[in-house]
């Protein structure tokens, strides 16, 4: 196992450059470049233009330019952006960091739970009226036209019925005193969800050694909600808990839209795999045993049928870094998929590059992580 | 006892049988058999584009001919009818579906856009598939150092901006769907495709047929292709379903972000709805013929395809039939 | 106890009066630092936080776009002083930053200087640059404390007038030891760049509060702004007055002040804050105006016919239309054939229906325009231009017949030669053949895509086609603004012909620039290489103009020629349209160039609807 990591790690440093440079001249490939913008200024002559040219450095031929940024690369700078001249790359990917994540994992969650609880359910009910319907609604909510359905919930819920914010991640009315900025908050109310996902973790595997039934229910139950409780609790002690209702009160329509729009892809992985699950014997013994239904479909079936699901989950974890240019336009949320297109229409190398290399390594970070999880929960599988 | 036909004629004969088999299989389920009338009922709209400008000059234009030569009010990418005072307008006798912002006539424009769809979706999608196949066979069969580098290929094209590279090539040679199809097929080909065919590949590789066909003498290219590549040709061809569904889609979005040059299509029909203003607050619902058609043929053509994909997927894989 | 509650009624009767205006922003600022947004990262939404914070010598007044003093307390003396050309300018002496000190001339000199200064010894680029050109802007000099002198190589409306007199000035207390430290370190430009300015004096009314990365900026008014209760007042007949009742402050100029009233403008601020919301899709903003979130919606474009049409019938919204400052057009190659037989130009010219392409084609979202400064300049726009367009006013038939007249008297050949009927054209041209005998096979249109703007793509389909119908052997190739600017400039001149706009400021020196000879190197405005001499003869005139009256009759001569020439065929603009809440806010007035956002949505005089 150690030495198929080592190989992974090896390769991944050597696929980080190639990726590097493939994109470094793609960018260089794009007809104009980042000067561009200057030529429509009327005030603007050539010789200011040349000096604003140096200032970026473009007055280096692109080989030269190629190597120095490498160089920085290699010692981990990612650079100055042209187009927030003069912040570096690097600050501008922690601003709005945290504001993707949050958003794109809990929509990554809430998306894969509820795939994995229908798909457990339609794959035991095959063929029944909620299979097929549950089934083709999830398909054409999966094929249809994202942004349209963004928009849509956006009228329905923000104008019609005015029970959610309209867009933005926060309401300026509100913030207007705070004496901290929203970056605080995205990052304590990402430590409350970590620190309540290692709980729930940890309370598992304690409850897995557990005798009794009752204990193990005790045990998840305790946890849970005992950490939920401490967390609110702390928040609203700390006074900021108004804050972080506001932005969660605005979280709550991009992640609506996108989990009707992705469940199916769970769901359907969930219920195939299920149904193959299902065929086995022990299930047969299991139902023959006189066990519950619910029991056997949850405890044996559904639990054997996660791997797949489970790897998915990693792996698209791995892209939520990447947040999404769409989901971001649409309800005002500016993270990295927006800054990503930003960068791509303004042509502003470094930005985007580092972009793009801070995705890849997530991705190719989870991708790993998704190949060993699956030798650890699948013993068939050798590497 | 001596086999008295030819070889082919019983091949023939078993693969009209299996064909058989499959259809009965296919006819049950419904949404699969849904999924391929609504395909079918695409193609034919798409088929008969040119008849449409016909039919509306004979029974709209029939006194006016001068006008209709002029402004050519059914061409789908300069068409302007000057008979209406203000554009974009509800469905009329007219202009069935309405017409657009600049005064094009939708019905045309979508008719005009489904064969180059379904070419788009198609042409992608085989090519990915062709391309994902072999690779996914090969990297199986040779495994080592070819496997690694596919496989890390696969991740880099999966990690690859292909809105960037799209954007480049949009920006110089123009764009039809046809070549836009070609370069997603490609990029698709290289990427996840070849992991799930690599993975099954696998399994036909563990096979004694195959150490059989080895022993015996059969070059590498030959066990490949005669024998790896039928046995996962099924799944492939299910993949294909679902890569038509993302080609189109693809396309949509790009031409809904305004990202590729795309002279008309599906999604440019969105496209020109949003850039004019029309998709916001009470305009979505007073202005529904602007997206509201393109985007039906976008989700009907793109979940049929899906729904005949999860159709054949429960004959090809025997273990998720019904038993 | 007693004092608290009274404190407490007050501060809630202030807050009840205490009115916040939110307006929408559709990008995000760059940079709220003067340095960088006056050099590298200009964007228009930077300005429109950045522009009411500073103050300037002289400036623009409303609606009119007069040439008034704003710092300065009178028009600037002009005489010429060895091979040096001193421009005097007296500094008012009311006015105060909002950290109490006085404004006085060492802020001008220090500034001035600064600026050029860094200009050449560290290269800042950008509007500086633009603002104090080195050839022409030799120093500044302080006389006494409310006294400037600014000395030019020569007199310029351009440099003088509209460049150096007219840029911001920053405060020297503040700044200086500043630009001091950052010289020192060894990237001197960025670390000015990355100065927070919190803190920064400023001149303006509203003062910086907070900025919330990707959500909004807050500015708050002063209640101690020095201009506060100012009047403006323009006459009918030109003059301009100026008066600050609590100063004592008062100017007039260019006529008698008195008369009939064209307009007058007290000055506020009569807000007590505004916040500018960051929405990053248009949809997103206009919902928000719809529901009352916010009061105007800045857009540098303008809205779209689709939001213009829903805010309509919306209550309490009130859209304005304005002309704008730009114009988009088509240039030629003049460096190749055949472009460069004037026939050619301008039977293309000929085929272009404007007034049906904006008209019918683009349901009056264009309105045409035939000459380089647009007609919403109304002072500097000459009106003839439009008539001496090559098939003004003429039918479809009777364009198509003038340019294949005028093709044919160039020498043109066809192997099938058109026929026009009536509108029509009953046989279509076909294979052109040029003077010398070559045959065209294809000229190429570069034009932006549907994506980028579909009005001009729109425009280039239908060229297209008129084209081809005489022979004219056109190709619109939709592609990418990129692709046009690397063809244009990068390669260079690597066209037949081409499409873009052009958005201007006030005073037209592109008029020059744009087509002066000596401009036609690779990377430089003039793009079609035109060569006119007697053009450059009087372009060099108008660039040195001294007085705004000469330099008119200069331009509107230059505007002629051109006409005459075509090196430009400019096309269309769009009206910029906005719209605001009636119920929130009201303006002063909803009638100038290029809208409110051109003058930033004018906060010191935007008034909270009761």
Redo the contacts between chains.
């Keep these: 196992m150690l030495k198929f990591l080592g190989k992974r790690v090896v390769?991944i440093v050597i696929?980080l450059f190639?990726?590097v440079t493939?994109?470094y001249w793609?960018?260089e490939?794009?007809?104009?470049s980042f000067m561009?913008q200057?030529?429509?200024?009327?005030?603007?002559?050539?010789?200011?233009?040349e000096?604003?040219k140096?200032?970026?450095g473009f007055d280096k031929p692109p080989h030269v330019r190629y190597l120095l940024y490498l160089r920085n690369f290699v010692m981990l700078d990612l650079g100055?952006s042209f187009?927030?001249?003069?912040?570096k790359v690097t600050s501008i990917i922690a601003?709005?960091l945290p504001?993707t994540v949050f958003l794109f994992v809990t929509s990554t969650l809430v998306s894969y739970t509820l795939g994995y609880s229908l798909g457990k359910r339609t794959a035991w009910r095959?063929?029944k009226i909620l299979d097929?319907t549950v089934?083709?609604v999830g398909?054409?909510f999966?094929?249809?036209?994202?942004?349209?359905l963004a928009?849509?919930n956006?009228?329905l819920f923000?104008?019609i019925l005015k029970i959610l914010p309209?867009?933005?991640?926060?309401d300026?009315?509100l913030?207007?005193f705070a004496p901290f900025?929203?970056?605080y908050i995205f990052v304590r109310l990402l430590l409350s969800g970590l620190t309540f996902l290692l709980v729930m973790l940890v309370s598992l595997m304690i409850a897995q050694k557990m005798k009794t039934v009752g204990a193990k229910r005790l045990t998840i139950y305790v946890s849970s909600i005992g950490t939920l409780l401490i967390l609110i609790v702390s928040w609203i002690l700390s006074g900021h808990s108004a804050y972080a209702w506001d932005i969660i009160k605005h979280m709550v329509l991009p992640v609506l839209t996108l989990t009707l729009y992705s469940f199916a892809g769970s769901m359907?992985v969930m219920r195939?795999t299920m149904?193959?699950v299902i065929?086995e014997d022990y299930i047969t013994t299991a139902k023959a045993k006189g066990l519950p239904d619910n029991v056997v479909r949850d405890k044996h079936a559904a639990r054997n049928a996660l791997l797949p699901l489970v790897t998915n989950f990693v792996i698209s974890l791995g892209f939520t870094v990447g947040g999404g240019?769409?989901t971001?336009?649409?309800?005002?949320?500016?993270g990295i998929g927006?800054a990503?297109?930003e960068a791509?229409n303004t042509?502003d190398t470094p930005l985007?590059i580092g972009l793009?290399v801070f995705?890849?390594i997530f991705?190719?970070i989870a991708?790993l992580v998704a190949d060993v999880l699956y030798a650890v929960l699948d013993p068939r599988i050798r590497y | 006892m001596v086999v008295a036909e030819p070889l082919w004629k019983i091949r023939l004969k078993l693969w009209i049988r299996s064909l058989r088999t499959g259809w009965e299989l296919f006819k049950e389920k419904k949404l699969a058999l849904l999924g391929l009338g609504v395909i079918i009922f695409f193609a034919i709209f798409g088929l008969l584009y040119p008849l449409y400008p016909v039919i509306m000059r004979n029974l709209f234009w029939k006194d006016d001919p001068l006008t209709y030569q002029t402004f050519a009010p059914y061409d789908p990418i300069i068409g302007f009818d000057p008979d209406i005072v203000s554009h974009p307008s509800p469905p009329s006798l007219r202009h069935p579906l309405g017409t657009d912002p600049l005064g094009r006539d939708i019905l045309s424009m979508i008719m005009y856009s489904t064969p180059r769809e379904f070419v788009l979706g198609i042409t992608a999608a085989l090519i990915t598939v062709i391309i994902g196949t072999i690779i996914g066979a090969s990297a199986a069969y040779y495994g080592g150092v070819i496997d690694t580098f596919f496989m890390r290929l696969a991740d880099i094209v999966m990690l690859f901006p292909s809105l960037a590279l799209l954007m480049v090539l949009s920006a110089f040679i123009e764009l039809t769907l046809f070549r836009l199809a070609l370069i997603m097929g490609v990029l698709a080909g290289f990427g996840s495709i070849t992991l799930v065919l690599k993975a099954q590949a696998l399994t036909v590789k563990v096979r004694p047929f195959i150490d059989a066909a080895k022993s015996t003498g059969a070059s590498d290219a030959y066990i490949i292709f005669r024998h790896i590549i039928p046995n996962i040709l099924p799944l492939s061809f299910l993949y294909m379903m679902f890569n038509v569904t993302g080609a189109i889609f693809t396309e949509a979005v790009l031409s809904f972000l305004g990202l590729a040059n795309i002279r008309m299509s599906w999604g440019v029909i969105i496209q020109m709805a949003e850039s004019s203003g029309y998709l916001m607050g009470a305009s979505i619902g007073t202005y529904w013929w602007l997206w509201l058609p393109a985007g039906v043929c976008i989700t009907l053509l793109c979940s049929s395809f899906y729904f005949l994909g999860r159709g054949l997927e429960e004959i090809v894989n025997p273990r998720l039939r019904k038993r | 106890m007693r004092k608290l509650l009274v404190l407490a009624s007050i501060l809630v009767v202030l807050s009840v009066f205490a009115v916040t205006i939110n307006w929408a922003f559709l990008q995000e600022p760059k940079t709220l630092n003067p340095w960088n947004h006056y050099g590298p990262n200009a964007t228009v939404w930077n300005s429109y936080i950045l522009d009411p914070r500073y103050g300037s010598l002289y400036g623009y007044s409303d609606v009119r776009f007069d040439w008034i003093p704003s710092l300065a307390s009178d028009l600037p003396k002009i005489e010429q002083e060895g091979n040096l050309w001193a421009y005097t300018v007296p500094l008012r002496k009311d006015v105060f930053w909002s950290d109490g000190t006085q404004f006085t001339a060492d802020d001008v000199v220090w500034t001035m200087n600064i600026v050029l200064k860094l200009i050449k010894e560290y290269g800042l680029g950008g509007n500086w640059a633009s603002m104090i050109d080195p050839d022409y802007f030799v120093k500044a000099e302080k006389i006494d404390d409310f006294t400037v002198k600014v000395y030019f190589t020569q007199p310029s409306l351009a440099k003088a007038n509209f460049g150096a007199l007219m840029m911001p000035i920053l405060q020297k207390k503040f700044w200086e030891p500043k630009v001091e430290e950052a010289l020192k370190t060894g990237a001197p430009l960025q670390t000015l760049y990355n100065y927070d300015i919190e803190d920064e004096p400023i001149i303006g009314a509203f003062a910086f509060k907070r900025w919330e990365k990707g959500a909004f900026v807050e500015v708050a008014a002063r209640p101690d702004y020095f201009d506060k209760g100012s009047v403006l007042t323009l006459y009918k007949n030109g003059a301009v007055q100026i008066s600050n009742p609590k100063t004592g402050f008062e100017w007039s100029g260019y006529g008698e002040p008195a008369g009939e009233k064209e307009l007058e403008l007290v000055t506020g601020p009569y807000v007590d804050g505004i916040i500018y919301r960051m929405y990053l899709n248009r949809a997103a903003a206009i919902t928000a105006l719809i529901n009352g979130d916010v009061s105007f919606v800045f857009n540098p474009l303008g809205l779209v016919r689709g939001e213009a049409d829903q805010l309509a019938r919306v209550q309490n919204v009130k859209v304005i239309s304005n002309t704008t400052n730009g114009f988009r057009y088509f240039a030629f190659n003049l460096r190749r054939y055949p472009m460069s037989i004037k026939e050619f130009r301008k039977a293309i010219a000929a085929l272009i229906d404007r007034e049906f392409l904006c008209n019918r084609v683009l349901g009056g979202q264009a309105f045409p325009q035939y000459g380089v400064v647009p007609v919403g300049n109304a002072f500097w726009a000459n009106p003839k231009v439009a008539e001496l367009s090559p098939g003004y006013g003429k039918s479809m038939g009777e364009r198509y017949q003038l340019a294949i007249d005028l093709l044919k008297q160039a020498g043109f050949k066809w192997v099938v030669e058109p026929k026009v009927e009536g509108n029509a054209v009953v046989r279509q041209g076909r294979g052109l053949i040029a003077p010398n005998g070559q045959r065209i096979e294809q000229i190429e249109m570069l034009a932006p895509g549907t994506g980028y703007d579909p009005m001009r793509a729109t425009m280039a389909l239908y060229i297209e086609r008129w084209a081809n119908e005489i022979g004219i052997p056109i190709k619109a190739n939709l592609v990418d603004f990129n692709y046009i600017v690397q063809r244009v400039w990068d390669e260079p001149f690597n066209f037949d012909i081409y499409m873009l706009g052009w958005s201007l400021g006030y005073y037209p020196d592109h008029i020059a620039d744009f087509f002066h000879s000596k401009r036609a190197g690779v990377g430089d405005f003039n793009t079609p290489g035109y060569n006119n001499p007697e053009f450059d003869k009087l372009a060099d005139e108008f660039l040195a103009a001294a007085d705004i009256e000469t330099a008119r009759k200069l331009a509107f001569k230059l505007q002629e020629i051109l006409a005459e020439d075509l090196p430009y065929v400019v096309l269309f603009d769009s009206p910029i349209i906005e719209a605001y809440r009636t119920d929130q806010i009201i303006f002063p007035y909803e009638q100038t160039l290029s809208g409110l956002q051109y003058v930033s949505g004018v906060p010191t005089l935007v008034k909270a609807a009761q």
């Design positions: 390769q696929l190639i990726y493939v994109v793609l960018i490939a794009m007809p104009g561009d200057y030529l429509m200024n009327p005030k603007l002559t050539p010789e200011i233009r000096n604003l140096r200032q970026f100055v187009s927030y001249f003069p912040r601003e709005r504001r095959r063929g097929k089934t083709m398909i054409v999966w094929t249809i036209f994202l942004p349209l928009i849509f956006i009228w923000g104008v309209l867009n933005q991640f926060i300026p009315n913030w207007r900025s929203a970056q359907l195939d149904l193959d065929r240019i769409i971001e336009t649409m309800f005002s949320w500016p927006r990503y297109l791509l042509q985007l793009l995705t890849g991705v190719l991708h």
